[in-house]
């Protein structure tokens, strides 16, 4: 191994160690309710890894708290972008956001009606894996 490729290794090293760390921080955060904090250490993380759809869930849920509703909606629907039919609570938190931003009706055609097919789906599939 070279010069140039320990130093590359020394600080791929370092950024993990640094995710990690924001990783660590943003879950204690979380679990202490500081939404504050929460919220800057993921748009700190998310600055690094732009291709993580759970970190837009979580920066999500730390706006909804805070209640910058519209900006939740945007991260969910990211989220979504990014990965589809991952997580239904992704949708029914997108769900819950659009109610106050439009009408109810729309919200639930839009996001929880798709949130109950991907939980629907998920069972279909596992009970069918049992049954094999």
Known sequence: MNLNDKINEIENSLVDFYED????????????KNYTKALKISN???EN???????YYQRGVCKYKLGFILAAA???????DMKPNKNPEVYYLR??????IIDFER???LNFKPAI???ENFVK????????
């Open 95 to 100: 769900g819950v956001c659009n109610s106050f």
């Open 44 to 46: 700190e993380f998310l």
């Open 125 to 132: 599939e596992k009970t069918n894996e049992l049954l094999k």
């Open 107 to 109: 919200a639930a055609i």
């Open 117 to 119: 097919d991907f939980l």
């Open 49 to 55: 890894n732009p291709d993580m759809a759970y970190s």
């Open 74 to 80: 945007e991260d969910f629907t990211k989220c979504i």
């Open 21 to 32: 760390s924001l990783i660590d921080d943003l879950y204690s955060a979380l679990r202490t």
